[in-house]
């Protein structure tokens, strides 16, 4: 789901259903107020319009024996 706006409690609900997830009303609040706060920013992920130069992986294999 990548729309903007808060999500309804019986839709949260289909979510968490669908996830396979069985939690109680008070398990449901809280991860329904979690939810709220970062799907904003999961939207903005999910919407970013880039093109081939704008992906990029960089990797620095840093390993330390002692540490």
Do not use: C, I
Request: hydrophobic content about 45%; overall charge negative; glycine content about 6%.
């Amino acid at each position: 789901m990548t729309t903007s706006g808060e999500v309804s409690m019986d839709v949260f609900k289909a979510l968490v259903s669908r996830a396979g997830m069985e939690l109680n009303d008070e398990e449901l609040a809280d991860l329904k107020e979690a939810y709220d706060v970062f799907q904003p920013a999961v939207d903005a992920l999910h919407n970013a319009q880039l093109g081939a130069e704008d992906l990029a992986v960089s990797f620095e294999p840093v390993w330390d024996p002692e540490g």
